[in-house]
């Protein structure tokens, strides 16, 4: 069983920068990989982009592609998303999660962390 705490989240300006983190425990997720979604009010969830256990990233969004960063330290069991030039539009709750492989489905979710982004 896996446990994933996300943290950073809060109020931040347009153009401004927050650092997610998601911290996982019960046992290693250095072998995850590891996926960070978010959801809009009204919206349905989408994902973000993701980290293997190498450190390779994929992001998903085009519009984030840039801005966002996908990082993990896996001595610490920790994945962060640095969120850089925030928009109004990247206001959502963001969730980690975690899957064994690309070929199964993300098996873990954190309970999410609020940011929001003001003009």
């Known amino acids: 069983q896996v446990q994933l705490v996300e943290s950073g989240g809060g109020l931040v300006q347009a153009g401004g920068s927050l650092s997610l983190s998601c911290a996982a425990s019960g046992r290693t997720c250095s072998s995850y990989i590891m996926g960070w979604f978010r959801q809009a009010p009204g919206k349905e969830r989408e994902f973000v982009g993701r980290i293997t256990w190498g450190g390779t990233t994929t992001y998903n969004l085009d519009s984030v592609e840039g801005r966002f960063t996908i990082s993990r330290d896996n001595g610490k069991n920790t994945v962060y998303l640095q969120m850089n030039s925030l928009k109004t539009e990247d206001t959502a709750v963001y969730y980690c999660?975690?899957?064994?492989?690309?070929?199964?489905?993300?098996?873990?979710w954190g309970q999410g962390t609020q940011v929001t982004v003001s003009s």
């Open positions: 999660a975690a899957r064994a492989s690309l070929a199964a489905p993300y098996e873990y």
